[in-house]
């Protein structure tokens, strides 16, 4: 079985079970509010009780992997040094991801000069990705990937695909908080000031995530 029909019964699968929108992470440990999500009580995949899913632990560190850009040029997530990673996972048949793109690029023009990087790592086929990031004038970095953007995803600690899901790490490339869903402008702000915060060392990595929860739990 060749890689692309791999790809598209397990994308195929993530729609089956209702998870187009939502992958299910788990930290232990004091990393234990590394998680949010935009609603929480969306329901869990097919076959698990509601609000439940298979669990994993979120990486403490960005992981090393290799996946190609738009450009075909082989690219990992240290490539981007000393930054503030913003790294979202998504794929074209996806419109909760396609609604993000705006916010991403405006997360990438507004805050870029403060240290942040957004990546895009798109879980999709190629030529269908290169489209829609030329129709979408996306003007940051993205890698493609299809069973190795699946790989990719799984070295975060996700153990349930879906989309979108956004990790954001610090500058030292300490994962901060994964979030599951679609990002709204105002979560991307309490999340941004705290990586922010934590980058100057004004708060430690708990203080960073507490405030990602106050500030999260305050806009539902």
Same mark, same amino acid.
């Given at each position: 079985?060749?890689?692309?029909?791999? *790809?598209?019964?397990?994308?195929?699968?993530?729609?089956?079970?209702?998870?187009?929108?939502?992958?299910?992470?788990?930290?232990?440990?004091?990393?234990? #509010?590394?998680?949010?999500?935009?609603? =929480?009580?969306?329901?869990? %995949?097919?076959?698990? %009780?509601?609000?439940?899913?298979?669990? =994993?632990?979120?990486?403490?560190?960005?992981?090393? @992997?290799? +996946?190609?850009? =738009?450009?075909? #040029?082989? !690219?990992?997530?240290?490539?981007?040094? /000393?930054?503030?990673?913003?790294?979202?996972?998504?794929?074209?048949?996806?419109?909760?991801?396609? #609604?993000?793109?705006?916010?991403?690029? !405006?997360?990438?023009?507004?805050?870029?000069?403060?240290?942040?990087?957004?990546?895009?790592?798109?879980?999709?086929?190629?030529?269908?990705?290169?489209?829609?990031?030329?129709?979408?004038?996306? &003007?940051?970095?993205? *890698?493609?990937?299809?069973?190795?953007?699946?790989?990719?995803?799984? =070295? @975060?600690?996700? &153990?349930?695909?879906?989309? %979108? @899901?956004?990790?954001?790490? &610090?500058?030292?490339? !300490?994962?901060?908080?994964?979030? *599951?869903?679609? +990002?709204?402008?105002?979560?991307?702000?309490?999340? +941004?000031?705290?990586?922010?915060?934590? &980058?100057?060392?004004? /708060?430690?990595?708990?203080?960073?995530?507490?405030?990602?929860?106050?500030? *999260?739990?305050?806009? #539902?």
């Amino acid at each position: 079985m060749n890689s692309r029909v791999k *790809l598209a019964l397990a994308l195929g699968a993530s729609l089956l079970a209702g998870a187009a929108t939502y992958a299910i992470l788990r930290s232990s440990g004091p990393a234990d #509010r590394a998680v949010s999500t935009t609603q =929480a009580e969306q329901p869990g %995949p097919v076959g698990s %009780p509601s609000g439940a899913a298979p669990v =994993a632990r979120l990486a403490d560190k960005l992981p090393v @992997f290799t +996946l190609a850009d =738009a450009q075909n #040029r082989p !690219r990992t997530l240290q490539d981007w040094p /000393d930054k503030a990673l913003i790294v979202n996972f998504w794929a074209t048949w996806c419109a909760p991801c396609r #609604r993000e793109i705006p916010l991403l690029k !405006r997360l990438q023009s507004e805050h870029g000069a403060e240290g942040f990087q957004v990546i895009g790592i798109a879980i999709d086929f190629r030529d269908q990705v290169l489209a829609y990031a030329k129709e979408m004038q996306i &003007d940051y970095p993205i *890698l493609i990937g299809e069973q190795d953007g699946l790989d990719a995803a799984a =070295a @975060f600690g996700v &153990d349930a695909i879906g989309f %979108p @899901f956004t990790i954001f790490a &610090d500058r030292q490339g !300490r994962i901060v908080v994964a979030h *599951l869903g679609e +990002l709204t402008a105002a979560q991307a702000d309490v999340i +941004l000031g705290a990586v922010q915060r934590l &980058d100057t060392g004004a /708060d430690t990595m708990e203080q960073a995530r507490t405030v990602i929860e106050t500030g *999260l739990a305050a806009l #539902r």
